[in-house]
Nanobody
Framework: QVQLVESGGASVQTGGSLRLSCQAS????????MGWFRQAPGREREGVAS???????SYAQSVEGRFTISRDNARKKVYLQMNYLQPEDTAKYYC???????????????????WGQGTQVTVSS
């Protein structure tokens, strides 16, 4: 069974930075795709960033160049560094684990089997 616990969410002003962390409790952590997703009130959950076992990364266009996903396989952790935050980044952010598809580690929620409880990020103007 996979357990994921996010931390690091907070309220910040426009232009600020945050670093989210996700601690995984799972055997063979390194084989999993790890992703960050977010969901704002009234909106569907969307993929933000993903990383595979060797740290090949994918990003949503809306965060490209501002957010960086990274992973530490030895510590079973995944991070999301968020810079130049904007009010539209306000959402609950979720860490997820899934298996790699033929298309790699995608940003599609359907490819992820395990989810954390989320951490809230609020960006004020």
């Amino acid at each position: 069974q996979v357990q994921l616990v996010e931390s690091g969410g907070a309220s910040v002003q426009t232009g600020g930075s945050l670093r989210l962390s996700c601690q995984a409790s799972v055997n063979m952590f390194s084989i999993y795709c790890m992703g960050w997703f977010r969901q704002a009130p009234g909106r569907e959950r969307e993929g933000v960033a993903s990383t595979d076992q060797i740290s090949a990364r994918s990003y949503a266009q809306s965060v490209e160049g501002r957010f960086t996903i990274s992973r530490d396989n030895a510590r079973k952790k995944v991070y999301l560094q968020m810079n130049y935050l904007q009010p539209e980044d306000t959402a609950k952010y979720y860490c997820a684990a899934g298996r790699k598809t033929p298309r790699g580690c995608t940003l599609e929620t359907s490819n992820y089997n395990y989810w954390g409880q989320g951490t809230q990020v609020t960006v004020s103007s």
